[in-house]
């Protein structure tokens, strides 16, 4: 009894109380989001506030329990926790019936749904820090790396076969803990590329330029400019470094006089050839001098011209409304009644706000069922139109204050394993906080994620809870491993 007295008294009071303001503005969103004049109470049990109140009580409970449990049960337990998780999910892709679209929600009873994607996050969490706090491991060594990476990718393909592409995305959240734990910023600096690559790509796949694709052409060049790059500032070698320049100058010299002279230039092949010369040129000068840091370049751009051409490909294999809705985000077609129309709706709904509000319960757009789904992944809409400029800040700083605390707990861990668990839990609400907020606001697709603490649902209200209060009890025992 004395040891769960002494964790109540270290344990993070000020993230707790972030969490209740919370789960509070978030149930108080949803009686917003979900109200009709009909409605008599936001306790009332027949409508989705009355549910969400009872999901809040038991997420209560389930905090408190996790409070009591020994913090070392979570690291003994990691592997277990992690496997059991993995074959719940293989499980679900068999049994679960299918729900817009997706497989993913195991039928409780006739009213009571969960979802185990959303607790497979902490699960994977854990089995990540296990790994991370393990005798003699280095994540920086290759065999290292990838067992980390292989715990990432294995619940996200589970997930993803279920078609819940947005839940599967929000395992890349995990880059953010091991960049912290040493992972070079050459991985980081590829996922930007590849998603710029992706998006001109895409974006200007049907315009024609000399004969190609102009997208693709913009992407080859962008190519030979990040590979100077890599080149100078990651190999530190100066004198190749110009003299890659020297030769994309002098190309795009005989290119511009070739035109000038009306010779119709075949411009994909040309700067194939340029990037495999560029290529080979790098290739000799590593059998010349070993330099692994060459040979890091030659991969990279390889794997670039690869993904680049295989973008179409994979484009064209997503499910027809994820097509739309990318189209609808690029800007290539304007499709306001179908895929374009949750996000103009969303826009519509946080403009009329202004900077103060509509007033609480007082949303036009959201009363008259304007925008789907304002009480689940367009909620923040709802705060926008209601609470106006000022409102949606206060959720915003909230976040922000969460996201710091959890920070600032992350980084007084005596130990690899709560510091690993912390950066994965960090990672995981700001994935979910930046793309849910950038969805509502049209700048990132829709892609189906949560908002942590507002969406209406118990499956997500209880996956945050577990990630956030095993952190906290974590943390509140840190003091014994010293």
């Keep these: 009894m004395a040891r769960n007295v002494d964790v109540w008294k270290s344990v993070d009071k000020f993230t707790i109380f972030l969490y209740v303001v919370l789960v509070f503005f978030g149930w108080v969103s949803i009686y917003a989001a979900s109200y009709d004049y009909d409605q008599a109470s936001i306790f009332d049990f027949a409508e989705r506030s009355g549910k969400q109140l009872v999901w809040i ?21 990691a592997y277990l926790i992690y496997i059991a998780f ?19 929600w195991l039928t409780i009873t006739s009213s009571i749904r969960l979802q185990p994607a959303e607790f497979a996050k902490f699960a994977t969490a854990l089995a990540v820090a296990k790994m991370f706090n393990g005798y003699n491991f280095k994540f920086t060594d290759a065999p290292g790396f990838f067992k980390v ?3 990432v990718i294995l619940p996200m393909l589970l997930i993803v076969m279920q078609k819940e592409t947005g839940s599967a995305l929000v395992y890349l959240s995990f880059v953010l803990m091991m960049y ?15 998603i710029v690559y992706f998006i001109l790509g895409i974006k200007f796949s049907t315009d024609m330029w000399m004969g190609a694709p102009l997208g693709e052409s913009i992407v080859l060049m962008l190519i030979c400019v990040v590979l100077v790059g890599i080149i100078y500032f990651f190999a530190n070698n100066r004198l190749v470094a110009r003299n890659l320049s020297l030769f994309y100058v002098g190309v795009a010299a005989v290119v511009a006089i070739l035109i000038k002279c009306g010779v119709a230039v075949p411009m994909l092949y040309v700067l194939l050839g ?22 890091v370049a030659v991969a990279v751009t390889i794997v670039s011209v690869v993904f680049l051409f295989s973008c179409n490909f994979v484009f064209n294999k997503l499910q027809p409304h994820q097509r739309t809705r990318i189209e609808v985000l690029l800007g290539m077609k304007e499709d306001l009644r ?34 789907p789904e304002q009480d ?22 909230l976040f922000t204050m969460l996201i710091l605390r959890i920070m600032t707990i992350a ?39 949560p908002l942590p603490f507002f969406s209406y649902g118990g499956s997500s209200l209880w996956g945050f809870t577990i990630l956030l209060f095993i952190l906290l009890r974590i943390d509140a025992s840190r003091s014994e491993h010293f």
């Design 57 to 77: 009580a038991l997420s209560f409970v389930l905090a408190s329990v996790i409070m009591l449990v020994d913090s070392r049960m979570f690291e003994t337990y």
């Design 376 to 397: 689940t992944d367009f909620i923040f809409c709802t705060i926008g139109e209601e609470e106006g400029f000022w409102g949606s800040c206060l959720v915003l700083v």
């Design 180 to 194: 912290r734990e040493g992972m070079t910023g050459l991985v980081l600096f590829g996922g930007i590329c590849a």
């Design 338 to 371: 179908d895929a374009g129309y949750n996000v103009n709706q969303s826009k519509i709904a946080i403009g009329s706000g202004g900077f103060w509000g509509k007033g609480f319960l007082n949303g036009t757009q959201t009363k008259l069922k304007y925008v």
């Design 86 to 104: 993995i074959l719940l999910l293989v499980f679900t892709l068999i049994v679960a019936d299918e729900v817009k679209g997706s497989r993913s």
């Design 274 to 295: 340029v990037i495999a010369l560029s290529v080979l040129y790098l290739l000799a000068i590593y059998f010349s001098h070993f330099s692994s840091k060459i040979l």
């Design 411 to 449: 980084e007084r861990q005596p130990r690899p394993f709560g510091r690993v668990y912390a950066y994965s839990v960090l990672g995981i609400f700001f994935f979910h906080l930046f793309i849910n907020v950038g969805m509502v606001i049209g700048l990132c697709p829709v892609i189906g994620i």
């Design 149 to 151: 990476v292989g715990l």
